[in-house]
C-alpha cells in the first residue's frame, strides 16, 4: 500500500496526463523528486517530470509512462523555499502539507497528515512555481468545477452539497513552528498580491524554468 500514498495518473499513449473536467496547466518542472521526508515508509518518488495544474500537482515518470498525482483540496499548507546560505547549495525545496489516511495515502478526507517536499533538480526558480502554486491553490478551480458538476447532475436535491460548502469546509489546524511560518506566508501574500494578480494572464502562458 505504501507504494501507492498518491492516487494514479491516466495518461495518453504519448505520455501526456489526461485532464478532469476544467482543468488547465498552469506551470511544468523536469527532473523533479517528491519526498515524504516525515515517513521513510512512502517511497520517494525520483527524477519525474511535474505539471501543476488548477485541480493537481502530477509528477509524471517518463521512463516507466506512469504518474502520480497531489489533488489540490488535499493540500492544507504550502511552505516558501528556505533563504539561507546553506539552501544555496542544495537543490530547492518547497514543502506542502497534506491530509492523508492512517496507512499514509493522501486524499482530501484524511485523518491526519503527510509532509511532501519538493524537490526541484532542474533549472528553474523555486520563487516563480510557489507563487504559482499559491495562485493556484487560492483560486480553488477544483470547488468551481465540482459544484458546476453537481447543478449538472441536479440542483434540486436539497443536500447542501453545492459550491458553498467548499469554502467553509474545516482544515486542520497548523500550529506552533508551522502556525508560525503560515502567518509569516499570509504577510508574504498579502505584500505580494497586487504584483502577481497584475501579471496573472501572462504567468498563465509561461513555464516555470
Request: aromatic residues 4%; glycine residues 10%; charged residues 25%.
Amino acid at each position: 500500500m505504501a507504494a501507492n500514498w498518491l492516487p494514479p495518473v491516466l495518461l495518453t499513449a504519448s505520455g501526456r496526463p489526461v485532464f478532469l473536467p476544467g482543468e488547465v496547466e498552469r506551470c511544468l518542472l523536469s527532473a523533479v523528486d517528491l519526498d515524504a521526508e516525515e515517513n521513510p515508509a512512502l517511497p520517494t518518488l525520483r527524477s519525474g517530470l511535474l505539471v501543476l495544474t488548477s485541480h493537481r500537482i502530477l509528477w509524471i515518470d517518463e521512463s516507466s509512462s506512469s504518474g502520480r498525482a497531489i489533488p489540490l483540496s488535499a493540500v492544507v499548507h504550502a511552505y516558501p523555499p528556505k533563504k539561507s546560505l546553506r539552501s544555496m547549495f542544495a537543490s530547492p525545496r518547497i514543502r506542502i502539507q497534506v491530509s492523508a489516511l492512517p496507512d499514509g495515502r493522501v486524499g482530501e478526507k484524511g485523518t491526519r497528515s503527510e509532509m511532501v517536499t519538493i524537490v526541484m533538480r532542474g533549472k528553474t526558480d523555486p520563487d516563480v512555481f510557489y507563487g504559482r502554486l499559491l495562485e493556484v491553490l487560492r483560486s480553488r478551480t477544483w470547488e468551481a468545477s465540482e459544484g458546476s458538476e453537481g447543478r449538472e447532475q441536479g440542483s434540486g436535491s436539497g443536500s447542501g452539497s453545492g459550491s458553498g460548502e467548499g469554502s467553509t469546509r474545516v482544515r486542520m489546524p497548523v500550529v506552533g513552528v508551522s502556525g508560525i511560518l503560515r502567518k509569516e506566508q499570509e504577510m508574504w501574500e498579502s505584500t505580494d498580491k497586487s504584483l502577481q494578480e497584475a501579471f496573472h494572464d501572462l504567468n498563465a502562458l509561461m513555464v516555470c524554468n
